[in-house]
């Protein structure tokens, strides 16, 4: 399985395939990071939810990289399970590269300022881990083991972007339909620091809500295959 989700990273490198994902994470950093110094806890967490929809796009991006042929192939190798764990590693690297660059850009930029910096990098380490995790679902749901044609899964892409960031914005109108990417954002923009309990429920929303759309996508799969 390790084999088999380090050839798909490298699949997805040497194919150019990483390219429009890079220049878009460098794009939202820009903006995010150009307009002057702010809290390490509000940078990171508005980093995190900007990111979400870019890292759900590499998450397809690496999942479509294979041909259909080849990705059956890989099934009947090293069986269903650890042939869809092994996309969802791969996916999960490069997302965490992808935060790691996250975490480092604001420094650059000169992007980070006030008090509580320490705390604000471990908060905002947290935020970009419930966006990946939040992002692997959702790539995975768009892919095209899943919707089969590359419309409905940009379409499942699109859509579920949008959501967690309309959807995001108040808890009142269904919440439970996306990753709670935006109320993270939120939690982390305030001035004093979110209390532990806060934190925990935004963490067990996020794993309830990857663990529902990861079970849809392995149910899926299944009838698909």
Request: net charge positive; proline share 5%; charged share 10%.
């Amino acid at each position: 399985m390790i084999a088999l989700a380090w050839m798909r990273v490298a699949g997805f490198v040497r194919s150019g395939r990483c390219l429009a994902p890079l220049v878009a994470v460098l794009v939202v950093l820009s903006i995010l990071y150009g307009g002057g110094p702010s809290r390490a806890a509000a940078a990171y967490g508005y980093s995190a939810a900007a990111l979400f929809a870019v890292l759900a796009w590499i998450t397809k991006l690496v999942l479509d990289t294979e041909p259909d042929v080849q990705r059956r192939l890989a099934r009947l190798a090293v069986g269903p399970a650890r042939e869809a764990a092994a996309g969802l590693l791969a996916a999960g690297l490069l997302g965490a590269g992808v935060c790691a660059l996250a975490m480092l850009a604001p420094w650059a930029f000169g992007g980070i300022s006030g008090p509580a910096i320490g705390v604000g990098i471990l908060l905002g380490v947290l935020a970009h881990l419930l966006a990946l995790a939040g992002a692997l679902a959702l790539g995975a749901l768009a892919g095209r083991a899943v919707t089969r044609r590359v419309m409905p899964g940009v379409a499942v892409l699109v859509s579920g972007g949008v959501l967690a960031v309309v959807l995001g914005l108040s808890d009142s109108i269904a919440p439970w339909l996306v990753p709670p990417v935006m109320a993270t954002a939120r939690a982390l923009s305030e001035d004093a620091a979110p209390a532990a309990g806060d934190l925990l429920w935004l963490v067990i929303r996020t794993l309830l809500w990857c663990a529902a759309a990861l079970g849809i996508y392995a149910r899926l799969r299944r009838a698909r295959a």
